[in-house]
């Protein structure tokens, strides 16, 4: 069975930093996509970052890019010049290709200071 | 277009009522899910529906049944509802074809507590 594992259950940074979140995942399968999603207060869950597996090159969102690493099975999230609205849960969610069933990480509580 | 769209946002039952919660999505979108997210424990898959007419289980179905009434409405019901089953729950659906087809958008969740 595939699982999610986001070790880092809060994270605080400056205004302005960089923040690295980190996530890995246990699949057999070949075929899958990775995705970041951030809930702020508000609880509404939002697309941050999308990977395809198959692709080498790090999918890149302005200020938000990832590390991924397909044969340690990892994949993290790095915030550029962290700004206050950036504070928020985020989960690292699997989906495998063939079932199409998303598993979601525990989540990171980051905290962007002032 | 306002996407995902979830009744109600809140709902307080006593032990043993019955609720449906309602979603329904206007993108045209194949697939839908319901989820549970439960502090702590990140978002599970309670059932989906990978197209209109078909629905699944998913890792935490027990005390849940779910209806596709039709390509935009997937609704959730709790035939005898527990404390158990207190949570905040989200729809979503997804395109399956084409460009990012494999991205879920959500709805805004609703907070169920249950006395």
């Known amino acids: 069975a595939q699982t999610v594992t986001q070790s880092q259950p809060e994270m605080s940074v400056q205004e302005a930093e960089t923040v690295t979140l980190s996530c890995t995942y246990d699949?057999?399968?070949?075929?899958?996509?990775l995705f970041w999603y951030k809930q702020p207060p508000s609880r509404q869950m939002i697309l941050v970052i999308r990977?395809?597996?198959?692709?080498?090159q790090n999918a890149t969102e302005n200020r938000f890019s990832v590390n991924f690493q397909k044969a340690a099975k990892s994949f993290s999230l790095k915030i550029s010049d962290s700004q206050l609205g950036d504070t928020a849960m985020y989960f690292c969610a699997f989906m495998n290709s063939g079932t199409y069933k998303y598993i979601f990480g525990t989540g990171t509580r980051l905290k962007v200071l002032a | 277009n306002a996407g995902v769209t979830q009744t109600p946002k809140f709902q307080v039952l006593k032990t043993g009522q019955s609720m449906t919660l309602q979603c329904a999505q206007d993108?045209?979108?194949?697939?839908m899910y319901w989820y549970r997210q439960d502090p702590g424990m990140g978002l599970r898959l309670i059932y989906y529906s990978a197209s209109e007419g078909t629905t699944d289980k998913g890792e935490v179905p027990n005390g849940y049944n779910v209806s596709r009434l039709n390509k935009r409405e997937f609704s959730l019901r709790l035939e005898s509802a527990a404390p158990s089953q207190t949570s905040v729950y989200f729809c979503?659906?997804?395109?399956?074809?084409?460009?990012?087809?494999?991205?879920?958008?959500f709805g805004p969740g609703t907070r169920l507590t249950v006395l």
């Open positions: 699949t057999s399968e070949s075929n899958y996509y």
């Open positions: 990977q395809e597996a198959y692709k080498q």
């Open positions: 993108m045209n979108h194949n697939s």
């Open positions: 979503a659906s997804r395109k399956t074809s084409g460009g990012a087809g494999d991205t879920q958008y």
